[in-house]
């Protein structure tokens, strides 16, 4: 090519990607580009980057950005977080808040809720609204959803994730990948892998059989770049046998980009890259957040002096790394590019929408479990001379504030309080704190600076003349409870709840309590109080949601993502001591190995205090006709489950049907079931209605480590149907041939 023609090509370049940018603010709309389109444009992009600006597209420029090329038209990245909502805006260098008066969005309910709703059409809409509300704020990242697996209650992030079950999480997590990227916002599934603790998480080392790693911990992953087709993964802060997950060469080069082929790109957690040679050749992409803040302690422009910046542009140059390993990370960048802010088609977005407050409210519903139910103690009518006493701190502290990371700034946030308040016009509600864990978000666990005994008798006193009381409690998002960086040094309910539940009830005992928290706790006055419900952290429409399901408005139809246990010894990993959790020396042995969960209470035979997949209704349904349309299946083939489902009670209401599949007799070691389908039927009151869910063959597979792969055995399989993992009504069997 002579030199002329090369500047004329090169012109009409700039001149095009100039007017592709999406940066002018501008909404037009051309023919969407073929993948093979944009390879060819990358290609030529490539060519003319220079190894400096290549290097700046793989490292922040700041908190929450990084850079693009300005002289082609290459608009920067932004990113925010997180799972539940758009993060309000953070400063340049630092973490802290940018201070700016048009960033509140709408606070969706918490993952464990979207979990517990066993509903793959809501995650879907979850995914699209938040994904608007991205867009609008002009974010080309959303830093969510979470799906690492619940493994001990222990865990301060159990919050943002999506239980202790991977097919649940597999489920859940696909529509609500799509759900987001439907805006040409990517989703960035985090965090990969193994973060399943908070407590020394940048340190710890996982030791895990590679059987649970396939099975138990990477399914979810899996899932969201094979069916969801994420655009991009966060490494996570932990390490796995000693190498940090986040450039980690069995996990981003030999499972994630091999054995996926996932195209996007993977970024680290804020300060989770270690090493410029390590996270150039095992799989980092972008490097965000390392160091304490953008401008460093010494240098002037800390950004520079990432391990994917300056440093790994000196190996470049050195010849220590060969410039095809940057090529292929800025082919992912740019990739990245055209999927988001460099697609000219994509929506704009919009939030704080009715639709978006009414997809919150929808799901905070569908996903509120109804754990007991006494004497009908719920639903509670609302009329003239009852007098409801709430109780408790819970119902008027906000739960987007605190948390970590996932910490939102909704436009409004109705308390549970408030809630009622609105829906009970006819009935006296009174209200008191019984105790207070002072002003900031950030307190540590300190005595109150109210005086403890004072609120409890206005407490005493106001459940006394009241004709039911609702104790509203559970955690909160402070530091040592439902809140990053830290887990929680106890399973029982923090500042002496349980007393205060226990001397109310002496008062009055048409208790019931409304729970508020990501994570199981331990009820030991469970047999005294009336109901329990567990209800989540939910957003903007908190107490609005609460209020559907106290008053009966929503029959409770949300089935619990993860299992209660009476006491913390009874959950799996809890069972092997310090070097099952949290570790010594800084790692820890995943000792019960595949039977996390209730895979772990089924197997061993420890009853739970509430199993997975409980949940209660208003309603009562009953189960019949259970068939399978085929007993001996060969390869490639999926048997179908089919079921009536009567609404026997007075309410319209809806059922989850769960599918468990065991496996008795088996070469390797097998938790007696596991879920493998699920379908929540909606039913009215008097009517029967039908569920039909179909299992591919593929499902049964177990990861055999002597073929490192998945392998079907041969034999009878039992299929177990009920309503919760501890409710099987019926157990047929199949064989494969
Ligand atoms: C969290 C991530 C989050 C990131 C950016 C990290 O501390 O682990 O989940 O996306 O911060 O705020």
């Given at each position: ?22 940066s ?28 400096e600006?290549?290097v700046g597209l793989v490292h922040a420029q700041s908190k929450f950005s990084t850079k693009g090329v300005e002289?082609?038209?290459?608009p920067e990245l932004w990113m925010a977080d997180g799972?539940?909502?758009v993060r309000a805006e953070i400063n340049w260098d630092n973490w802290g808040y940018a201070g700016w008066t048009n960033d ?33 704020r002009k974010k080309d990242v959303?830093l ?44 960035c ?13 940048d ?31 966060m490494?996570?802060y ?8 986040t ?20 970024v680290s957690d804020w300060s989770s890259a270690h090493?410029?040679?390590?996270a150039?050749?095992?799989?980092l992409?972008i490097e965000m957040g390392t160091g304490t803040d953008g401008l460093g302690t010494t240098t002037l422009n800390h950004y520079d002096n990432y391990y994917l910046a300056k440093p790994f542009l ?90 970590g990371s996932s910490e939102?700034k ?32 950030y ?41 990053e960086g ?252």
């Open positions: 090519m002579n030199q002329r023609f090369k500047i004329q090509l090169f012109t009409l370049l700039i001149i095009f990607l100039v007017a592709c940018n999406p002018k603010e501008q909404h037009s709309t051309s023919s969407p580009l073929t993948s093979s389109a944009v390879e060819a444009k990358i290609d030529s992009i490539l060519d003319i980057l220079t190894l600006e290549k002289r082609l038209g290459i799972p539940h909502g509140s969005i709408t606070a969706f309910p918490a993952l464990t809720c979207l979990a517990a709703t066993f509903n793959p059409k809501l995650a879907g809409e979850y995914g699209f609204s938040l994904g608007e509300e991205a867009r609008y959303l969510g959803p979470g799906v690492n697996i619940y493994r001990t209650p222990l865990n301060g992030r159990n919050f943002e994730y999506m239980g202790e079950d991977p097919f649940l999480a597999s489920q859940l997590v696909v529509p609500y990948v799509q759900g987001v990227q439907k805006n040409g916002v990517a989703a599934v985090k965090h990969y892998a193994l973060n399943n603790q908070e407590l020394n998480r340190k710890v080392s996982v030791e895990v059989s590679d059987r649970a790693l396939h099975e138990i911990y990477l399914p979810a992953f899996k899932a969201s770049v094979l069916k969801g087709n994420t655009w991009a993964i490494g996570a932990n390490k796995f046998r000693g190498e940090y997950t450039h980690h060469e069995l996990l981003m080069n030999d499972i994630l980009k091999g054995e996926w082929n996932f195209d996007g790109v993977v090493d410029t040679k390590k150039a050749l095992y799989g992409d000196k190996a470049l140059k050195h010849g220590e790394i060969p410039e095809t390993v940057l090529n292929d990370k800025v082919r992912r960048v740019l990739r990245l590019r055209y999927r988001t802010n460099m697609d000219n088609n994509r929506p704009l977005g919009s939030a704080n929408t009715i639709e978006h407050q009414n997809v919150a409210r929808n799901i905070a519903t569908d996903g509120i479990v109804l754990l007991k139910n006494e004497d009908n103690f719920f639903p509670i009518q609302d009329k003239v001379g009852l007098t409801i006493a709430v109780i408790g701190e819970n119902a008027t502290r906000s739960m987007t504030k605190g948390g939102l909704p436009k409004f946030e109705i308390s549970p309080l408030q809630g009622l308040k609105e829906r009970y016009k006819n009935a006296t509600i009174l209200h008191a704190l019984s105790y207070h864990t002072g002003p900031s978000v307190d540590k666990i300190t005595p109150s600076p109210y005086n403890a005994d004072s609120l409890k008798v206005e407490a005493l006193a106001i459940a006394k003349k009241a004709d039911v009381v609702l104790f509203v409690g559970g955690l909160n998002k402070s530091h040592l409870q439902d809140c830290d887990d929680r040094r106890q399973y029982e309910l923090p500042f002496d709840q349980n007393t205060i539940i226990e001397d109310l009830l002496k008062v009055n005992s048409n208790l019931g309590f409304i729970s508020l928290t990501g994570n199981a706790f331990e009820i030991p006055w469970k047999s005294k109080v009336k109901g329990i419900l567990q209800s989540w952290y939910l957003g903007s429409m908190a107490g609005h949601a609460i209020a559907d399901i106290i008053s009966g408005d929503v029959n409770p139809s949300g089935k619990l993502p993860f299992t209660f246990p009476k006491k913390l010894e009874d959950n799996g990993a809890h069972s092997f001591g310090a070097e099952s959790y949290p570790g010594v020396n800084l790692t820890t042995e995943y000792k019960e190995d595949i039977l996390v969960g209730y895979r772990w209470h089924d197997t061993k035979n420890i009853e739970p205090e509430y199993a997975f997949g409980f949940g209660l209704s208003y309603s009562t349904f009953e189960m019949s006709n259970i068939t399978v349309n085929k007993t001996e299946l060969a390869k490639d083939d999926a048997f179908t489950i089919s079921c009536d489902l009567k609404n026997t009670g007075d309410y319209d209401g809806a059922e989850v049907v769960q599918v468990y599949v065991g496996k008795p007799e088996s070469k390797v070691k097998r938790a007696l079931k596991e879920l493998k389908g699920f379908q929540k039927v909606e039913v009215k009151k008097g009517e029967t209605a039908n569920a039909s869910i179909t299992i591919p063959i593929e499902e049964l597979a177990f990861y055999d480590e002597t073929l490192a792969d998945w392998n079907i055995e041969k034999g009878i399989y039992t299929i177990h149907v009920g309503n919760s993992s501890d409710n099987i009504i019926k157990t047929l069997e199949i064989t494969v041939q």
